[in-house]
């Protein structure tokens, strides 16, 4: 697939795709940029028409009378965030995954390369994230004292927790 959207696995019900960083999962209300969910769905239309799944452009039907092929994005990564990205195939699946997606994932690991001298080797952030709605961009707000993670200062805020563990210190032209 062009811009490196790799296909890791697929079956019937599922899609599962490694994005890579500077693509957009889905398409903003901005514009008409290419996005995985672009390539992904040009994909499944292709291989559709192909094996004679899609419908014929002239009497809206094929000839297994089924309906055009579709995909449901599951959850989103940031435009910046490599990583999988899983697509259902139907709504039913799509549904399945999203309302048991907090307690089926429930650690996210993440690899981050940071510049600069970083003194503890070890750290914990805590902060409230907020998606907006209209521009689904999100955005972070530093706990308080006296926030508690069950009790958010707005109820539309979500508590969000980080472990951090310095892996690996490099040096780059002689800078630590």
Not at 13 to 23: A, D, H, M, N, T
Not at 63 to 90: M, N, W
Request: aromatic share 10%.
């Amino acid at each position: 697939m062009k811009q490196g959207l790799k296909i890791v696995f697929e079956d019937d019900w599922l899609i599962v795709v490694e994005k890579p960083s500077g693509l957009l999962t889905m398409a903003t209300d901005k514009g008409r940029e290419v996005t995985a969910y672009s390539m992904l769905y040009d994909y499944v239309l292709e291989n559709a028409q192909q094996s004679g799944t899609s419908r014929n452009s002239r009497s809206g039907r094929n000839r297994y009378d089924q309906e055009q092929p579709r995909i449901f994005i599951v959850h989103r990564l940031d435009r910046d965030t490599s990583g999988l990205l899983v697509f259902a195939k139907d709504e039913e699946t799509k549904r399945a995954l999203q309302d048991n997606w907090e307690e089926a994932v429930q650690e996210r690991k993440y690899i981050a390369i940071l510049e600069g001298q970083i003194n503890d080797d070890e750290g914990y952030i805590e902060t409230w994230m907020y998606e907006n709605p209209r521009s689904l961009m999100v955005h972070c707000y530093d706990m308080r004292p006296g926030d508690t993670p069950a009790k958010p200062p707005r109820k539309d805020w979500k508590y969000a927790s980080s472990h951090c563990r310095k892996v690996k210190e490099i040096e780059i032209e002689g800078k630590p």
